[in-house]
């Protein structure tokens, strides 16, 4: 297995857990593999995930399994080419024209939204996605917007969960503050050549 690019490790605001995460790069892309463990509602929550985008940061798979309390998880999900979608092998039409996957229980994921929007400061984009929701492990499609504060910050809002806030980033596009949910914990190093600032 090559080494990764990064390792991450959050820790969650709104339950007691932890997040680790590593981004690996590929032959044609990239690949998020991690592992969150934390409690919810008074449920032991255990979730493995891997993403896997192309080259332009466009999900092409993503997979999710574990158990949230004493209920099991295996979730598969898979886009084509033209951002046609499928939920464990079933077609979702209603997920067309995303991009992105967002699991809804780890901040890993917008990495690859915003190294695919490559934003410059002052720039705002809409980024619907395909949205694993937690705890209730259903997919469906979640507007989001981001605009770029700064070289290190971005307005992120998610109208339909009720969610805004600005996010903090590192120079890769590692989610460093993501207020009430998740604070990386991990040492944020400087990112070099090809995988360095969101907007390259």
């Known amino acids: 297995m090559n080494e990764p690019v990064a390792v991450f490790f959050w820790r969650k605001l709104d339950f007691p857990g932890h997040d680790a995460c590593c981004l690996f790069t590929l032959a044609d892309g990239y ?14 929550c255990q979730l493995q995930y891997e993403v896997v985008a192309d080259q332009a ?51 890993a994921t917008n990495l690859l939204a915003l190294r695919r929007l490559a934003l410059e400061v002052g720039e705002r984009a809409e980024a619907p996605a395909a949205y694993l929701a937690f705890p209730q492990m259903k997919v469906t499609m979640l507007p989001q917007h981001y605009k770029r504060l700064s070289r290190a910050e971005y307005l992120y809002e998610a109208p339909t969960v009720g969610y805004r806030g600005t996010l903090r980033v590192s120079p890769l596009g590692a989610i460093i503050e993501y207020p009430g949910l998740f604070q990386l914990e991990s040492p944020t190093l400087p990112a070099t050549g090809e995988h360095d600032d969101c907007s390259s």
């Open 31 to 44: 690949r998020l593999s991690g592992a969150a463990v934390f409690m919810e509602s008074g449920r032991v």
């Open 57 to 107: 940061f466009r999900t092409r798979s993503a997979s999710v399994a574990g158990f949230v309390g004493q209920k099991a998880v295996n979730v598969r999900i898979a886009s084509s080419g033209d951002a046609r979608w499928e939920v464990n092998g079933k077609s979702r039409p209603g997920l067309a024209g995303c991009q992105d996957v967002d699991l809804g229980f780890t901040p």
